[in-house]
């Protein structure tokens, strides 16, 4: 008998967390004075920021898992699903280029790729994989994609270079996204959400569906969350390993990478698991909660909302210069008044996430 399905708590506290901490680290007050863990890696290696997107992605798997498994409890066929699936995959990536588009709306330097058309693409992925196959293919799949991508990314040569590189703008990735991808490229020649990055992006997505078919089995639920934080500590020990031979790199989204934050996401919703839904210590969740009832609708207000906080001039000069100019001339440290910014930014945001959290309004983009 297959248990019941039920909303965790501790997943939608998560969720929720993980978009107020990606507010905070995309809004600081100046982008020149911000402490080194809100900052992403330069290149190889990772900060604490460096967890936040893939943490995201990775509940999006777990997500999905949830989601299509109580739908087919439910009888729902699988044709119906699959139209509503590909609308909003449409929907969300197409709202990821109208944030690219604002303010200017200049069609000529549209940027294609983005957050929320990644999201998209792992979402359209894990849904089709999840109603299509068992976690047994899934992860053969999700292993097979990695390796194949370590091969490709190490053994070609990078087209015009002659050898393997893995530099900035000057590896297999950035070629292909400069020969296939229309549109900008965030950092000009190449793009940290290009198409062939997806690939292990997707593989973060394959892992949070591992993670939901393990919350959704029959098993005891102290020994779900065991298991999730054991193998979350195998898979994040294997990336390690595999970061010796692959380093480690959010921008080319590397198989290191990969594996380190799916299996941190393991260990994390294992731990909040345990701590929220096993022992009941729900103090403090409903942040989280009210964030993350209606995650990717907040995170579009953010990026509407920037455009008042970062172009509204007073005493002549934008909103957050002028923040930073009030606080440092009291004697506070610029780095910690561009985080106090990012901090206020937040708090601004919960407040319509509240107002529909309160009047039960879920916008499903």
Not at 3 to 13: K, M, N, V, W
Not at 103 to 128: E, K, Y
Not at 251 to 269: K, N, Q, R, V
């Amino acid at each position: 008998m297959k248990p019941t399905i039920t909303r965790l708590i501790s997943l939608d506290a998560l969720r929720g967390f993980t978009i107020a901490a990606m507010i905070l680290v995309n809004y600081p007050g100046s982008w020149s004075h911000v402490y080194p863990p809100l900052l992403h890696a330069e290149w190889n290696g990772m900060t604490m920021t460096d967890f936040i997107f893939p943490f995201f992605i990775f509940m999006v798997g777990v997500s999905v898992a949830f989601a299509y498994s109580k739908r087919l409890e439910e009888g729902v066929p699988k044709s119906g699903m699959y139209k509503k699936i590909f609308t909003r995959a449409v929907k969300l990536f197409v709202l990821g280029i109208f944030l690219n588009l604002i303010p200017d709306f200049d069609f000529s330097n549209m940027r294609i790729a983005g957050v929320l058309q990644r999201i998209a693409i792992v979402f359209l992925a894990s849904s089709f994989l999840f109603l299509n196959t068992d976690w047994k293919k899934q992860a053969y799949l999700g292993g097979g994609i990695l390796v194949l991508y370590w091969l490709c990314m190490t053994l070609i040569p990078t087209p015009g270079e002659g050898v393997v590189m893995l530099e900035p703008g000057r590896n297999l990735a950035a070629w292909i996204d400069s020969m296939f991808l229309p549109g900008r490229m965030w950092e000009g020649s190449w793009d940290p959400e290009g198409f062939f990055t997806t690939l292990p992006a997707i593989v973060t997505g394959i892992l949070g569906l591992l993670a939901g078919k393990i919350l959704l089995s029959d098993k005891n639920e102290n020994l779900k969350s065991n298991y999730l934080m054991s193998i979350g500590l195998v898979i994040v020990l294997t990336g390690l390993l595999w970061a010796q031979v692959f380093p480690i790199n959010k921008h080319l989204w590397t198989s290191s990478f990969t594996l380190i934050t799916g299996g941190a996401g393991f260990i994390a919703l294992g731990a909040s698991y345990f701590l929220v839904d096993i022992l009941g210590k729900k103090k403090g969740t409903s942040i989280g909660i009210i964030f993350g009832a209606n995650a990717i609708t907040v995170y579009v207000l953010a990026d509407v909302l920037s455009l008042i906080f970062y172009t509204l001039e007073v005493g002549g000069q934008s909103l957050n210069m002028y923040f930073i100019d009030v606080f440092t001339g009291i004697g506070l440290p610029v780095n910690l008044v561009s985080m106090l910014y990012a901090i206020l930014f937040v708090m601004v945001n919960f407040i319509p996430a509240y107002i529909l959290f309160k009047n039960k309004i879920f916008i499903k983009l």
